[in-house]
């Protein structure tokens, strides 16, 4: 049997790194789509980078995607790359369109000129409920996006189902809710508030602003959410699928978790920041992951507090080494 062969766009961010140890481990040869930029990061991969093949390629340059499934020829496709920091989409939202909407049919037209047979994962997302309908969201929950990122993803969400529709792909949207690590980004909640406990608990600063503290979200482990990637691309019949943990925390909660885990009372270093508060919020996401419970048997492994506490550890870890502690 020969080896699968995957393409990741997006391989240097969480998901990505993630996703490519995953497929490592299943045997796979795996190619990442990077662009050639100076600001590119590989903190995230290094570990595995003797063992991944990079291309050079662009979700904006449909000729550079299309040379790379020519030249690789991969059996799925993973399209996780995105502008995916919701705040920013505000200050660029024609980049965000470009490149989270518009680059998903890319992606797909690209697969659709050579290869149809490829199977095609689309990273969708649960700010695409947005102001939500109905508690809690499923696949069949109307989207009702706040912001110019989730409009984007709602784009590439239906954008994949039509391919999947007129032309037989097997395209498989993956609506996952937040997911959480280590690699998280600083500029993401869940990392700024441990990455500050930690600094805070090590004497290296006392405060931390944050923006809405009663908003409420479905955390979960991205190495677990990455697995059901994989699983949507296994099934004989492509479709879509919620993932997530089914249970919603708060900002607060998440606040109260971290600083407790270090013996501190969150009330003390925490204050509410207006800069950090969104021209349009989303109040409540909690998942219904009964599909992929069900049709995928997928069930995350690790639980939102020890998410947490895995965080805090990485970042103490990691301002010890940075500070000679």
């Known amino acids: 049997m020969t080896q699968p062969r995957a393409l990741i766009t997006g391989i240097t961010g969480q998901d990505g790194s993630y996703l490519a140890e995953f497929l490592l481990e299943q045997g796979y040869d795996v190619i990442g789509m990077v662009r050639r930029t100076s600001t590119v990061n590989f903190n995230r991969i290094h570990h595995i980078q003797p063992k991944i093949t990079l291309a050079s390629g662009d979700l904006q340059d449909q000729g550079s995607i299309i040379n790379i499934l020519r030249e690789y020829h991969p059996q799925e496709v993973y399209n996780l790359a995105a502008q995916s920091f919701v705040p920013a989409s505000w200050k660029q939202p024609v980049f965000t369109g470009g490149v989270t909407g518009l680059g998903v049919t890319r992606v797909l037209e690209a697969i659709r000129t050579v290869d149809p ?141 971290a600083f407790s885990y270090v013996g501190l009372k969150w009330q003390d270093h925490v204050y509410q920041d207006p800069r950090f ?29 020890e998410l947490i506490q895995r965080m805090v550890d990485a970042d103490l870890e990691l301002l010890k080494k940075e500070n000679g502690l």
């Not at 695409?128 to 508690?135: D, I, L």
């Not at 009702?144 to 529709?165: C, D, F, L, M, Q």
């Not at 969104?278 to 639980?303: I, M, N």
């Open 117 to 257: 047979e490829i199977r095609f994962y689309q990273a969708s997302s649960s700010e695409m409920f947005g102001k939500v309908r109905e508690v809690p969201q499923n696949e069949d929950t109307p989207f009702y996006p706040r912001s110019p990122y989730g409009v984007a993803k709602v784009y590439g969400h239906w954008i994949t189902v039509n391919y999947r529709e007129s032309y037989d792909l097997h395209a498989n949207s993956g609506i996952l809710f937040n997911h959480e690590s280590p690699r998280r980004g600083l500029e993401f909640v869940t990392r700024k508030i441990t990455y500050n406990v930690a600094k805070i608990k090590l004497g290296l600063s006392d405060k931390v602003g944050l923006g809405n503290l009663e908003s409420r979200r479905d955390w979960g482990f991205a190495g677990d959410y990455v697995r059901a990637m994989w699983l949507m691309l296994q099934q004989d019949k492509p479709g879509d699928y919620v993932v997530g943990m089914g249970e919603t925390h708060s900002v607060k909660d998440l606040c109260e978790a």
């Open 277 to 305: 508060m969104r021209p349009a919020e989303v109040d409540l996401l909690v998942s219904d992951p009964s599909r992929a419970r069900e049709k995928l048997g997928w069930e995350p492994k690790v639980s939102f507090k």
